[in-house]
């Protein structure tokens, strides 16, 4: 036989699972998913070294590795903001701080509010930075969320309930200094021959 | 080789929007074209066909060795300087490849002639992997076609098994795949490698070329402002490194399918080298640069633009006269210039076959008719079979 031996029809329908499976707003929905997952736990929020170490004595040296390992991740995966106003939008005022980077330039942060606490079976402790927004336009108003924008809850609420994914260490956001350095001999080649709509680029 | 008349399979317009192929029709013209197909018999697939497209193909790997070794070459094949050592550097760390597709004239005899190596960016992909497939399975179950027939495409089970392997090198790593804006029929394709590529087990996202960023560190980057590792792009190598982003190409170590040697593989310039690496190979046409032309002898000739896409700006010349020429933006960097084999009548179509590889193996071949002596974007798809 010279062809493909069988194809999964199934998969390559297209239509219906447009409808069925793209999430409009993952964001929003994972803290849904989350709450009736079977793999939750509980994990402890502290919204400093010192709430750590009162709600558990005699573990002051884990309160602030897992306070330090959670602030450098806030700088590696946290949301970042070329200017402060898109900051202040989604996390509220005087929640947002800059840092300097290259060419006297910086960037907005939001200030990390808590971090999330949780044992691990061999005796270890994790942790990961959370966040929320004072900004009533916000998803994350009045909520605990995270680095990739998952909602967990009430921010008045010391106790929030996680998979074992919010802890691991997110991919490193960067910052994006422009869009579209690539695509643009498209743009002169395309007005040719005024056609406005065409098939290919590829061949 | 022949032609037939074949009934259309009822409704296969919804089945399309079923499977979600949208650009059967393009600009009010049938581009998938069910109302024939081609008769291959076995021996002419193998023989003729999967057999030369192999050896082609390892053919042209030597002449991309050549190139990429040589200043003077690499001027004639119209690459940037600033990016010789980067094509360079990725031919020589064996940087992997996905796909290509060989133009072939054939007409049922004789020896198939390579036109042009389509080996960055081809498209009709969905077309031949998927469509064409699922053409022949309807037909035969309807008892319109021989329960024997065959076809030559195996594209889509080679392809999914490429990405399997390719995730080797890539273990937990995002693919992004990537077309420009305003082309169903580019999203389509890259949508179909997408799928592909998830059948292996790879995880996927889609960013259009425009929208890739550049962030202060020098990495491309999604709309999430996430780094871009491993990405897969349908868009030409020759486009790239002209723009403002081929700065950072380097910094940035996208590990690119089509990896960047393919700059030089779907390039041209690499008609007449290949006729000067292998003069009188059965399956070449001799083929020259624009400085060997008063030299070569040739009477009858087609002119190509080093860079084209789509049959744009080629012409026909026979005797000394234009006899046909197709208009286009391309042509800046010079042309080659390939004795003329005209594409074999079927009635009154002209017919080429599309012969693919997936990295060094053939893996099928798709059949594009014209009225037109040369093909264009909007010639039409056919079926094929084999009996």
Request: proline share 5%; aromatic share 12%; with cysteine.
């Amino acid at each position: 036989m010279k062809r493909t031996q069988s194809i999964d029809l199934g998969v390559m329908r297209k239509a219906p699972k447009l409808f069925a499976f793209r999430p409009l707003a993952l964001a929003v929905t994972a803290g849904t998913l989350i709450g009736c997952s079977d793999d939750t736990q509980e994990a402890q929020v502290y919204k400093s070294v010192e709430d750590c170490i009162s709600g558990n004595p005699g573990q002051t040296e884990q309160c602030e590795i897992a306070y330090q390992q959670a602030e450098q991740e806030a700088i590696k995966s946290g949301p970042k903001y070329n200017n402060l106003a898109a900051c202040v939008q989604d996390f509220g005022a005087h929640n947002c701080q800059s840092y300097p980077v290259q060419n006297n330039q910086s960037i907005f942060m939001p200030l990390m509010a808590g971090y999330m606490f949780g044992s691990m079976m061999n005796g270890g402790s994790r942790s990961a930075p959370l966040y929320t927004s004072y900004s009533r336009r916000s998803p994350a108003y009045g909520k605990w969320t995270s680095t990739d924008g998952n909602l967990f809850g009430s921010a008045n609420s010391n106790k929030i309930r996680v998979n074992d994914k919010a802890f691991k260490p997110k991919p490193t956001v960067r910052r994006t200094m422009s869009r579209g350095g690539f695509g643009s001999t498209i743009a002169a080649k395309s007005s040719f021959g005024g056609r406005t709509s065409r098939s290919s680029w590829g061949g | 080789m022949f032609r037939s008349i074949i009934k259309q399979r009822p409704n296969w317009q919804i089945s399309a929007a079923e499977y979600g192929f949208t650009f059967h029709t393009m600009h009010g013209e049938a581009y998938w074209d069910e109302s024939a197909y081609y008769q291959f018999s076995l021996e002419q697939i193998e023989r003729d066909i999967e057999a030369p497209t192999q050896e082609l193909h390892q053919m042209c790997l030597q002449v991309v060795d050549k190139v990429i070794a040589d200043q003077q070459l690499m001027q004639k094949f119209q690459i940037p300087e600033q990016h010789w050592d980067y094509i360079r550097n990725s031919w020589l760390a064996g940087d992997q490849s996905l796909y290509s597709r060989m133009d072939l004239v054939y007409g049922g005899a004789g020896h198939a002639k390579l036109y042009e190596n389509n080996a960055d960016t081809p498209t009709s992909l969905y077309e031949t992997g998927f469509w064409q497939w699922l053409w022949l399975q309807d037909q035969v179950n309807a008892g319109k076609l021989n329960r024997r027939a065959d076809q030559f495409n195996s594209l889509q089970e080679k392809i999914i098994n490429r990405f399997a392997q390719l995730k080797l090198e890539h273990p937990a790593e995002i693919l992004y795949f990537s077309c420009c804006k305003d082309t169903d029929e580019d999203r389509g394709t890259v949508q179909y490698l997408e799928d592909c590529a998830t059948a292996a087990g790879i995880e996927c996202k889609f960013i259009y070329v425009e929208d890739i960023g550049l962030s202060a560190d020098d990495c491309f980057t999604d709309l999430d402002n996430l780094k871009i590792s491993w990405m897969f792009k349908l868009y030409p190598w020759e486009f790239m490194l002209r723009e403002e982003y081929s700065d950072v190409l380097e910094s940035a170590a996208v590990s690119w399918i089509e990896p960047p040697w393919k700059a030089i593989l779907s390039n041209k310039a690499l008609l007449p080298m290949l006729w000067k690496m292998f003069p009188q190979h059965p399956n070449l046409l001799p083929s020259f640069f624009e400085d060997e032309l008063k030299n070569s002898q040739l009477v009858n000739y087609v002119k190509k633009p080093i860079f084209a896409r789509e049959g744009a700006n080629i012409s026909i010349h026979l005797a000394g006269k234009e006899v046909y020429s197709s208009p286009g933006p391309y042509g800046d960097e010079g042309y080659i210039y390939q004795a003329y084999s005209p594409l074999p009548a079927f009635g009154d179509n002209f017919t080429l076959i599309g012969s693919w590889l997936v990295n060094d193996q053939a893996a099928g071949i798709s059949v594009r008719e014209d009225k037109n002596k040369v093909t264009q974007d909007m010639s039409r798809y056919m079926p094929h079979i084999i009996l």
